[in-house]
């Protein structure tokens, strides 16, 4: 028999849940917890198979909860409960320690499989949240392949040009010709579509290349 608490503020929720696997027989809901404080005063004297954590509870952020609750128990499974899907919740969760993620419209056969998976050792992400990080990595993807590629010494440049040292200078910094440097910038100039010096640092600027 699998023990399941729940900590969640929304009592729907949690009776919902609870409604929602009466009849499973590898499961029990032992507590429904309506805040972080409750949870961890349960916790302190029991240890259940899995706990279905609300990210956002009235007390203490959910996340930072997570972490907490991991710190305590290496072994708990913690289910993150949410009606938000970002992908910046769902990797923070990830990296608390969280071993999944489930939106709160979630089916019954979703949570069931969610709790198998990570009963098994795996992470368990809901098709939505899937979704989610899989276009959180596109933009992702598409920043990097239309971001300019910058040599080593470009970027060295741009730097310096950023530090508001002049051509002449910055070829006796680095030991370059003048007409090297000169060369560099208008590369720089060419490669980021600018007409001026201020333009090639603002545009540098905007595509987080300085």
């Known amino acids: 028999m699998l023990s399941v608490i ?5 009592p729907l929720v949690g009776n ?6 009466k009849d499973v027989s590898y499961l029990q ?3 429904i917890c309506k805040n972080g404080k409750e949870g961890l005063e349960y916790l302190e004297n029991n240890k259940p198979d899995v706990i279905l954590l609300d990210i956002s509870l009235p ?6 909860l997570c972490a907490l609750i991991r710190k305590q128990n290496k072994d708990v499974k913690i289910l993150g409960l949410t009606s938000t899907n970002e992908a910046g919740i769902i990797t923070r969760l990830l990296a608390n320690g969280g071993n999944g993620y489930l939106l709160k419209n979630m089916e019954r056969d979703e949570l069931l499989m969610a709790i198998d ?6 992470v368990f992400l809901s ?7 899989l276009e959180q990595f596109q933009s992702v993807g598409d920043a990097v392949r239309n971001s300019p590629l910058l040599t080593r010494r470009e970027k060295e440049i741009l730097g310096l040009l950023q530090e508001g040292h002049t051509g002449p200078q910055i070829a006796e910094k680095l ?9 560099h910038r208008k590369n720089l100039m060419q490669k980021l579509n600018a ?3 201020q333009q090639l640092l603002n545009i540098a600027q905007k595509n987080k290349l300085l």
Request: hydrophobic content about 40%; overall charge negative; charged content about 20%.
């Open 117 to 122: 998976e990570v009963m098994n050792n795996r």
């Open 6 to 10: 729940v900590i969640d503020d929304h």
């Open 16 to 21: 919902g849940i609870a409604m929602m696997v």
């Open 127 to 133: 098709q939505a949240a899937n979704q989610k990080i």
């Open 29 to 31: 809901i032992v507590s």
């Open 195 to 197: 007409n001026t010096t």
């Open 59 to 64: 007390d203490i952020d959910g996340l930072e």
């Open 175 to 183: 030991f370059l010709s003048p007409y090297t440097v000169e060369t």
